[in-house]
């Protein structure tokens, strides 16, 4: 008897949902690019209990005849693909004629479709992946697909879903990206019969970036526009002052495709060059156009992912196209009129001998003006660490740590440097301390102590701050709420997605709430799930020192910066700040004399 046999239809189609289908979100991400395709101006998402009772998605597209409508629903049916040619050349966002069929097998799945030519619309009833009704209905031209009771029949599939609020942020996150590629779009969302967001279609797609990315980064983008030969560049970047923990806000597409790429990311962050500070990144929404056959989506069941033909080209050409946004920006005041104030950078040359896609010129090289040293050289500092286990250790015959000799507080302050850098010296050379980093430390541990105080320091506001966030992080705001009592906020739900601060702790007093508590929730998004007490109270502590602490830039006077000193020596790690930048650097009397050719 042979081994090896045919599966049935209903299973193959079942394996295949697990390839296309891993949770609602993927439903309707399927569903609404299908509705993309069919050239729909209007998308409206319907789901309830977070899409496991009910995910419909309704369109104004061209909608299908009654023969259509019936092949859609078999495996490997599309009008998308005509021949070969076409999969190494696709132009839609659907293609694979798989969707619909694997979604049928596991829900309880509905179809009501019209073009306008007919004078009636087609209604297909599916369960289980068997078709039980074909019949006509009065609908408006373009279709309505409704999935019900998604996984159904796959029990211990269906027990893999997360919560509801969980499964709704995974929606309204992909309808958001989708939203933000295509603005002329109009897309709703309703959940459990209430209208959640609604994105208008628009002809200003800055408008519809800010919508997605958030109002804060308003007047804090630079638009890039560059193109050259088959391959084009264009979209907004981030200023490197509006930086976030996470890749999450970067938004990439490809020939209008939303995709996930670590060489495009990998260019963008190369672009900003030394602007980032470590595990900080940008915002952006960025529009990659490459003839439709030099990049294969068909990569992944998911069509989240691409391979383009040249990766490392389209690495240079959005890197280049970054660094010259960036350097336009950077551009003092007084540079020439002619170039300071433009917003759109274009830059196009013809494509050249095994460069199909031409080249973008990069921006102007800034040379470095280096002061000359011993044998041509520039001193730089030692960087010394704590010799407690928390960074580098110092290598052998390294000096020791400061204050296993001396205190902060012994040092001779000399001045401040550029309102940033505090300047002293010892007997045994120079110590430059950045105040910010300093200040952050102490008040990281000042908050760490008093994190398990019976009554937190508090400061009521007297006109209270308004938080609106997102779905997911609204759900992860609302469990942090304990949390956060604990030290000093005051936070209450004040409606579906948006929270009231009546109080901020002590540190934080005359200082806006908002920023913080958006700053912990993308952190928090980051890591993908809610943290234990300890982690939620490390990142809160580790904020709230980052926004309280003194800043760069700011004048100090000499008492001030004496008693910064002071609090440093209470420390119990003075090395780095909590988010392991160096506080110090020192320059020992022999390192100097031998820079300066003195030994």
Not at 28 to 36: G, I, P, R
Not at 311 to 317: F, M
Request: hydrophobic share 40%; net charge positive; with cysteine.
């Amino acid at each position: 008897m042979s081994e090896i046999r045919i599966l049935p239809e209903i299973l193959s189609n079942k394996i295949a949902a697990g390839e296309v289908v891993e949770r609602p979100a993927s439903v309707v991400k399927e569903l609404v690019e299908n509705a993309l395709d069919a050239k729909s101006t209007r998308i409206q998402v319907e789901v309830e209990n977070g899409g496991k009772s009910l995910i419909r998605v309704s369109d104004d597209g061209s909608g299908m005849g009654p023969d259509d409508a019936l092949l859609a629903l078999e495996r490997y049916a599309t009008s998308k693909i005509s021949g070969e040619q076409d999969l190494f050349s696709i132009q839609t966002l659907g293609f694979r004629g798989e969707a619909l069929p694997s979604i049928a097998a596991v829900s309880k799945f509905s179809l009501i479709s019209r073009r306008r030519s007919d004078p009636a619309g087609a209604e297909i009833t599916v369960q289980g992946g068997k078709i039980l009704k074909v019949a006509q209905a009065g609908a408006p031209p373009g279709t309505m697909v409704a999935v019900n009771q998604l996984f159904y029949n796959m029990p211990a599939r269906r027990k893999f879903l997360k919560a509801t609020a969980t499964e709704m942020g995974h929606i309204t996150d992909v309808l958001a990206r989708m939203a933000l590629g295509r603005p002329e779009v109009q897309f709703k969302l309703v959940h459990n019969q209430r209208v959640v967001k609604n994105w208008t279609p628009t002809d200003r797609p800055l408008d519809r970036v800010l919508e997605i990315l958030g109002s804060e980064f308003a007047g804090r983008l630079c638009r890039i526009d560059a193109a050259g030969g088959d391959l084009a560049v264009s979209g907004w970047i981030s200023s490197p002052r509006v930086t976030r923990s996470g890749s999450a806000g970067i938004h990439i597409y490809v020939n209008g495709r939303y995709v996930r790429d670590r060489v495009i990311v990998h260019g963008l962050l190369e672009g900003y060059g030394g602007r980032l500070m470590k595990n900080r990144f940008p915002a952006a929404a960025l529009f990659i156009t490459v003839r439709f056959d030099q990049v294969d989506v068909n990569v992944h069941p998911t069509k989240n992912e691409v391979r383009f033909a040249e990766p490392q080209q389209v690495h240079e050409a959005v890197k280049r196209a970054a660094a010259a946004a960036l350097d336009l920006q950077d551009r003092p005041p007084w540079a020439s009129a002619g170039s300071a104030g433009k917003e759109v950078l274009r830059v196009s040359e013809p494509a050249g001998p095994g460069n199909r896609f031409g080249a973008l010129r990069p921006a102007p090289e800034k040379k470095a003006v280096q002061k000359p040293g011993p044998a041509g050289t520039l001193p730089a500092p030692e960087r010394l660490f704590a010799a407690d286990g928390s960074g580098e250790r110092p290598g052998p015959g390294a000096q020791q740590p400061l204050w296993e000799t001396r205190r902060f507080s012994d040092l001779t302050i000399i001045g401040q440097v550029h309102d940033s850098y505090i300047f002293c010296q010892d007997e045994k050379g120079l110590v430059l301390i950045d105040q910010h980093a300093a200040h952050e430390r102490i008040c990281f541990e000042r908050l760490k102590k008093r994190g398990t105080a019976t009554v937190p320091e508090r400061q009521g506001l007297l006109i209270p701050e308004t938080l609106e966030l997102g779905h997911g992080q609204a759900h992860m705001l609302a469990k942090l709420i304990p949390e956060l009592a604990r030290l000093g906020f005051e936070i209450d739900c004040f409606g579906q997605n948006t929270f009231r601060v009546a109080a901020v702790p002590g540190l934080l007093s005359g200082r806006p709430a908002a920023p913080v508590l958006m700053e912990l929730m993308e952190e928090m998004a980051a890591s993908g799930v809610v943290p234990d007490t300890k982690k939620a109270a490390d990142a809160c502590w580790t904020i709230m020192a980052c926004h309280s602490a003194i800043r760069a830039g700011q004048p100090l006077e000499p008492g001030q910066m004496r008693q910064l000193l002071l609090q440093l020596d209470a420390c119990d790690n003075p090395s780095c700040c909590p988010h392991g930048r160096p506080v110090w650097l020192r320059w020992t009397k022999g390192f100097l004399e031998k820079a300066f050719a003195r030994k």
